[in-house]
T-cell receptor
Framework: GAVVSQHPSWVICKSGTSVKIECRSLDFQATTMFWYRQFPKQSLMLMAT?????????EQGVEKDKFLINHASLTLSTLTVTSAHPEDSSFYIC???????????????FGPGTRLTVL | QQPVQSPQAVILREGEDAVINCSSSKALYSVHWYRQKHGEAPVFLMILLKGGEQKGHEKISASFNEKKQQSSLYLTASQLSYSGTYFC????????????FGAGTQVVVTP
């Protein structure tokens, strides 16, 4: 299957600092990527849709100024958690959608996730 | 809206069968099934698209009834490796590829 990587796999930061998480599709071009957040023993909650070359669209209740998303190329999307606070501690997972015109269009391939801990 | 999954949890002995259900209040285009092990990212199992199809992956299969907006995942002759939390992700017809995930079903397979 398609490979999606995330970096870093885990990060610990102090309250008030900003953290950048990278999501890369390694073997296909992804015009659309998605960012999810998962709290312990809970489901994946969609945060935003990242579209290459345009602004991200955020789900209701997600602060776009706090969670900055940049999809500068067809293989890279970044999520920056600005002025992080302890309540932002979570497991952040990205997914990349298979490109249109391919057999696996509609499938989403998940990255391994990034565990963020804010002290 | 988040789809509803049932049951919340199930405990099986190796070799037993189980069914996990997923239902949505919205018209669906696709249903995606994933399994997640503790501390890891979800792993894709299968996708079912509008058309009421049934699919299989080893001894795990799934069906999709688009009229009822429901999908079921069937674990047949369960193995220890089937343990984990199963999530269904639903794509509504007007969702532009976005998925909404159910709360998950924890499956524990014991020897």
């Amino acid at each position: 299957g398609a490979v999606v990587s995330q970096h870093p796999s885990w990060v610990i930061c102090k309250s008030g600092t900003s953290v950048k998480i990278e999501c890369r599709s390694l073997d296909f071009q992804a015009t659309t990527m998605f960012w999810y957040r998962q709290f312990p023993k809970q489901s994946l909650m969609l945060m935003a849709t990242s579209n290459e070359g345009s602004k991200a669209t955020y789900e209701q209740g997600v602060e776009k100024d706090k969670f900055l998303i940049n999809h500068a190329s067809l293989t890279l999307s970044t999520l920056t958690v600005t002025s992080a606070h302890p309540e932002d501690s979570s497991f952040y997972i990205c997914s990349a959608r298979a490109p249109s015109g391919t057999r696996r269009y509609n499938e989403q391939f998940f990255g391994p996730g990034t565990r963020l801990t804010v002290l | 809206q988040q789809p509803v999954q049932s049951p919340q949890a199930v405990i099986l002995r190796e070799g037993e069968d189980a069914v996990i259900n997923c239902s949505s209040s919205k018209a669906l285009y696709s249903v995606h099934w994933y399994r997640q092990k503790h501390g890891e990212a979800p792993v894709f199992l299968m996708i079912l698209l509008k058309g009421g199809e049934q699919k299989g992956h080893e001894k795990i299969s799934a069906s999709f009834n688009e009229k009822k907006q429901q999908s079921s995942l069937y674990l047949t002759a369960s193995q220890l490796s089937y343990s984990g939390t199963y999530f269904c992700g639903t794509g509504a017809t007007d969702s532009w590829g976005k998925l909404q995930f159910g709360a998950g079903t924890q499956v524990v397979v014991t020897p």
